[in-house]
């Protein structure tokens, strides 16, 4: 949420016309949600590699 209202200012800065100003809140605010969610399911990703790897290691080690 931090992150949306921080951009929204900027867009209304770069956009001298209320019409750009309407079309770039919500592209900036898409945007840093995307931005938000790709981060998110990135480090989601890496954990669950990492716990599989861990799962696998412990699997191997148990066999021998």
Not at 43 to 54: D, H, M
């Amino acid at each position: 949420m931090l992150l949306i209202t921080t951009v929204i200012p900027l867009a209304r800065n770069v956009g001298g016309s209320t019409r750009e100003i309407v079309v770039l809140e919500p592209i900036a605010a898409i945007c840093v949600a995307l931005k938000a969610i790709m981060l998110r399911t990135a480090t989601l990703i890496f954990r669950i590699r990492k716990t599989i790897r861990e799962v696998r290691d412990i699997n191997f080690t148990q066999h021998r």
